[in-house]
Nanobody
Framework: QVQLVESGGGVVQPGGSLRLSCVAS????????MGWHRQAPAKERELVAA???????RMGDSGRGRFNISRANAENKVFLQMTDLQAEDTAGYYC?????????WGQGTQVTVSS
């Protein structure tokens, strides 16, 4: 089994910043693509950002220009630096890891942008 635990969510004012972290543990046996998705109430889950072991990233439309994804391979961690947060960024943010075609997900961390 692979476990993913996210942290760093919270309440922030519009224009503020947050840094999300995710650590993977368990039967990982290697370095795998990881990413962040988000899901707001009554909306489908959407890709925020993804990163492969070599560092190449793919950004979803929602965070392009404002968010940055990075990883620490030796620690099995992935990070999401979010800036200029707006109300529409309010959602549960979920970390995922793809290993041998299987998707593993964390429980999520809530981000609320409100004045």
């Amino acid at each position: 089994q692979v476990q993913l635990v996210e942290s760093g969510g919270g309440v922030v004012q519009p224009g503020g910043s947050l840094r999300l972290s995710c650590v993977a543990s368990g039967r990982i046996f290697g370095i795998w693509p990881m990413g962040w998705h988000r899901q707001a109430p009554a909306k489908e889950r959407e890709l925020v950002a993804a990163i492969v072991p070599g560092g190449t990233t793919r950004m979803g439309d929602s965070g392009r220009g404002r968010f940055n994804i990075s990883r620490a391979n030796a620690e099995n961690k992935v990070f999401l630096q979010m800036t200029d947060l707006q109300a529409e960024d309010t959602a549960g943010y979920y970390c995922n890891l793809v290993r041998h075609g299987s998707d593993y997900w964390g429980q999520g961390t809530q981000v609320t942008v409100s004045s």
